[in-house]
């Protein structure tokens, strides 16, 4: 890879404020706690990450991770007792 391409790839993208964006509690809450995590992240306070997403109709749940390799198999059995639970709650 080029010098060049290489700090193409290291570049921030600035993006677009939103404008006449509705306010909602809930999209609120999630923005609050993705700016939590990125602010410890930037700090270097986490070593692992999981985030479990739910399509506005619920028909797609979708989790992913950035983690040490050996924190892997405890985040994917911590997120199976989230599933469990949520779906007991959904009961």
Do not use: Y
């Not at 809450?29 to 070593?47: C, F, N, P, Y």
């Not at 950035?66 to 924190?71: L, R, T, V």
Request: net charge positive; aromatic share 2%.
């Amino acid at each position: 890879m080029s010098e060049r391409k290489a700090d193409s790839a290291k570049a921030a993208i600035r993006l677009r404020p939103v404008q006449d964006a509705p306010a909602d509690a809930g999209v609120a809450s999630m923005i609050d706690v993705l700016q939590e995590h990125l602010k410890l992240a930037r700090e270097g306070k986490l070593r692992s990450l999981a985030v479990v997403s739910v399509s506005a109709d619920g028909a797609a749940i979708g989790t992913q991770w950035s983690c040490a390799p050996e924190d892997l198999a405890s985040l994917i059995g911590k997120l199976t007792v989230l599933t469990h639970d949520l779906m007991a709650a959904r009961r």
